[in-house]
């Protein structure tokens, strides 16, 4: 007799197996949320920006005081005032300034800045006038 001791040999491969098992689930875990990207920021977040607007009587312009750079292509104007298109170079950044509003009255008037997202369909606004 062995005087009351059980094997235990068969338990550690048991084991064994279990952790070789879980490493290879978390292994696959990780190469599929870099393959899917869901551990990283969406790009299609909008911009943060800040603006300070001037009107003249006729016209508004907006001056970029802090926050992302802006591509012009991604922007546009809505309003009742608003100007067809923004006219600066490519890019918008922090000192520029576009003029969003032409022909203003001079009350009741809203101008939204608009980005939409080039690779998506996502918008924001990302600026407001009201006079």
């Known amino acids: 007799m062995d005087g009351g001791r059980t094997d235990r040999r068969g338990a550690s491969s048991v084991i064994g197996v279990l952790l070789l098992i879980a490493v290879t689930v978390i292994l696959g875990a990780v190469v599929a949320g870099f393959a899917f990207d869901l551990g990283s920021d969406s790009t299609n977040e909008s911009p943060q920006v800040s603006w300070n607007y001037e009107y003249d009587s006729r016209d508004v ?40 509003g032409s022909g203003c009255d001079p009350g009741g008037e809203t101008i939204r800045i608009i980005w939409t997202d080039p690779v998506s369909d996502n918008s924001a606004i990302v600026g407001e006038f009201s006079n």
């Open 61 to 100: 312009v907006a001056e970029l005081v802090s926050g992302d750079d802006l591509q012009k292509e991604a922007l546009s104007v809505e309003g009742t005032c608003a100007v067809g298109s923004i006219s600066p170079s490519s890019t918008v950044t922090s000192g520029d300034t576009i003029t969003i």
